[in-house]
T-cell receptor, first 113, second 113 residues
């Protein structure tokens, strides 16, 4: 019940394409859903996050879509660029005060020039 | 510059040896976390601490130990009891009164020879 399932494992798109990464969760107590971006040899960095009171959040070229009834959320990257090539992780945390995140398994994205 | 500093960046260990990974933050964050990252498995929580002199086990605490004697520091010891210690270790911190965003260090890569 604590798992966050992420797909696909890897993704290749052409520059300008719109990669979509999907995540699903079971625990209805989760109330915070961030996406992290990680470049090789570096720590992850927060990209965008959403809470269940909204169905969509957009920041620049990055959009989270959230479906509370289906317990799914996804990341869309508009007009993708080669610099977006990285590993993306979805995550979730619950309503307790610890902010400990449960991470998905990651998606390795390659954007071809 | 404020941030999280992990050291060493690379560490080699012989089987049977304990090693300690350092994590220091100057963000005045309350909570600190240790995650382990393996290829294709995302990030898994080892230990976390919300306050000085207190810490809790995460999902994979066996074979690891931590201490939190100062707010700024949260060292992780990988003991000889950890069966498969070769991995990328990430330290993170957050302000418990904030948004829930975890800030990560750049990681320590441990290889057991």
């Amino acid at each position: 019940q604590q798992q966050v399932k992420q797909s696909p494992q890897s993704l290749i798109v052409q520059k300008g394409g719109i990669p979509i990464i999907n995540c699903a969760y079971e625990n209805t107590a989760f109330d915070y859903f961030p996406w992290y971006q990680q470049f090789p040899g570096k720590g992850p960095a927060l990209l965008i996050a959403i809470r269940p009171d909204v169905s969509e959040k957009k920041e620049g070229r990055f959009t989270i879509s959230f479906n509370k009834s289906a317990k799914q959320f996804s990341l869309h990257i508009m007009d993708s660029q080669p610099g977006d090539s990285a590993t993306y992780f979805c995550a979730a945390s619950g309503m307790d005060s610890s902010y400990k995140l449960i991470f998905g398994s990651g998606t390795r994205l390659l954007v071809r020039p | 510059d404020g941030g999280i500093t992990q050291s060493p960046k690379y560490l080699f260990r012989k089987e049977g040896q304990n090693v300690t990974l350092s994590c220091e933050q100057n963000l005045n964050h309350d909570a600190m976390y240790w995650y382990r990252q393996d290829p294709g498995q995302g990030l898994r929580l080892i230990y976390y601490s919300q306050i000085v002199n207190d810490f809790q086990k995460g999902d994979i605490a066996e074979g690891y130990s931590v201490s939190r004697e100062k707010k700024e520091s949260f060292p992780l010891t990988v003991t000889s009891a950890q069966k498969n210690p070769t991995a990328f270790y990430l330290c993170a911190s957050t302000n418990l009164a904030g948004t829930g965003e975890l800030f990560f260090g750049e990681g320590s890569r441990l290889t057991v020879l």
